[in-house]
């Protein structure tokens, strides 16, 4: 299995380029409740939007089973059907302009084989960097992480990302602290959907419930990973008035659609600690913006 692993991170590099449309800009300003006329070509990109861009055309003859299209770099096939979103890291060296053109070069960093109390699973690391034009350097180099699980069984739930830390509620210190930097939103089929629509991401867990509870084992719809961290970058963007240089993101646990979703920022040693909680005060998705 390591050498299929190695080989598949040797022959990974890959080139795609796209460009940075106003009319896909603003459809996600009014997901995001954004006023959309606000934005015109040459406007910056508000950091962490890149997330609508270079989104996979797999035909959909090739789509996986679960619906999901690719990473953008081929993985090996280490029979491992399920896949959630278990993190980014990602660093900004610029704005990407709205109306330019863009290429992003990528590559599988890694693949992890682990085994957890849920059965085997594995961690892959997809690096992107973005550039805008022709330009040598990247505006945005990004870590993604991707969880690769068994099959679920019958009557499982898998409501918690595999190899994570157990969620953990806040206590009533913390809780008091964060008077004035909190907001709560539920996320619902018409997010999911909008959000789903604008990546051209056909993961089922986001859209077919019957699917998502009876295959999957999940007690919903899962809200996708980039609806709970874009509905927590725009509430960073909102309450401090600044952009991220870097931005760092762990999925705990998932959000699911229809319930609760507790955003959080709070300042912390010259940044900012960032997190959504559930209805219940677990933690689902933890970072840092500096």
Same mark, same amino acid.
Request: aromatic residues 6%; hydrophobic residues 40%.
């Given at each position: 299995?390591?050498?299929?692993?190695?080989?598949?991170?040797?022959?990974?590099?890959?080139?795609?380029?796209?460009?940075?449309?106003?009319?896909?800009?603003?459809?996600?300003?009014?997901?995001?409740?954004?006023?959309?006329?606000?934005?015109?070509?040459?406007?910056?990109?508000?950091?962490?939007?890149?997330?609508?861009?270079?989104?996979?055309?797999?035909?959909?003859?090739?789509?996986? &089973?679960? !619906?999901?299209?690719?990473?953008? $770099?081929?993985?090996?096939?280490?029979? #491992? *059907?399920?896949?959630?979103?278990? =993190? +980014?890291?990602?660093?900004?060296?610029?704005?990407? &302009?709205? !109306?330019?053109?863009?290429?992003? $070069?990528?590559?599988?960093?890694?693949? #992890? *084989?682990?085994?957890?109390?849920? =059965? +085997?699973?594995?961690?892959?690391?997809?690096?992107?960097?973005?550039?805008?034009?022709?330009?040598?350097?990247?505006?945005?180099?990004?870590?993604?992480?991707?969880?690769?699980?068994?099959?679920?069984?019958?009557?499982?739930?898998?409501?918690?990302?595999?190899?994570?830390?157990?969620?953990?509620?806040?206590?009533?210190?913390?809780?008091?602290?964060?008077?004035?930097?909190?907001?709560?939103?539920?996320?619902?089929?018409?997010?999911?959907?909008?959000?789903?629509?604008?990546?051209?991401?056909?993961?089922?867990?986001?859209?077919?419930?019957?699917?998502?509870?009876?295959?999957?084992?999940?007690?919903?719809?899962?809200?996708?990973?980039?609806?709970?961290?874009?509905?927590?970058?725009?509430?960073?963007?909102?309450?401090?008035?600044?952009?991220?240089?870097?931005?760092?993101?762990?999925?705990?646990?998932?959000?699911?659609?229809?319930?609760?979703?507790?955003?959080?920022?709070?300042?912390?040693?010259?940044?900012?600690?960032?997190?959504?909680?559930?209805?219940?005060?677990?933690?689902?998705?933890?970072?840092?913006?500096?």
């Amino acid at each position: 299995m390591q050498a299929e692993i190695d080989k598949a991170c040797a022959a990974s590099a890959c080139e795609t380029d796209d460009g940075c449309a106003l009319a896909l800009v603003r459809r996600l300003s009014a997901t995001l409740d954004v006023d959309p006329a606000r934005w015109r070509d040459g406007d910056a990109l508000p950091r962490g939007w890149h997330v609508i861009f270079f989104t996979a055309d797999t035909r959909h003859a090739a789509l996986r &089973p679960d !619906g999901v299209a690719g990473f953008g $770099v081929a993985l090996p096939d280490l029979g #491992l *059907p399920r896949v959630v979103f278990g =993190g +980014r890291r990602a660093s900004f060296h610029g704005d990407i &302009p709205i !109306g330019a053109r863009m290429r992003r $070069v990528s590559r599988l960093l890694s693949v #992890l *084989p682990k085994q957890g109390r849920s =059965g +085997r699973f594995a961690v892959a690391t997809v690096q992107h960097e973005i550039h805008v034009g022709d330009r040598a350097t990247p505006v945005v180099v990004e870590q993604q992480d991707y969880v690769m699980r068994e099959a679920a069984e019958a009557g499982a739930e898998g409501g918690r990302v595999a190899g994570a830390a157990k969620p953990a509620a806040p206590s009533e210190t913390g809780a008091k602290a964060l008077a004035g930097w909190s907001r709560t939103v539920v996320p619902d089929e018409m997010l999911l959907f909008r959000v789903s629509a604008l990546m051209f991401n056909t993961h089922r867990i986001h859209y077919d419930h019957p699917y998502a509870t009876r295959q999957e084992g999940y007690p919903a719809l899962v809200a996708n990973a980039s609806v709970s961290s874009l509905l927590l970058l725009e509430y960073f963007r909102a309450q401090t008035g600044h952009e991220p240089a870097s931005v760092r993101l762990r999925n705990i646990g998932l959000a699911y659609c229809g319930q609760p979703l507790h955003l959080h920022v709070v300042p912390s040693d010259g940044g900012w600690n960032i997190w959504t909680e559930n209805g219940d005060g677990a933690r689902l998705l933890e970072g840092r913006v500096d």
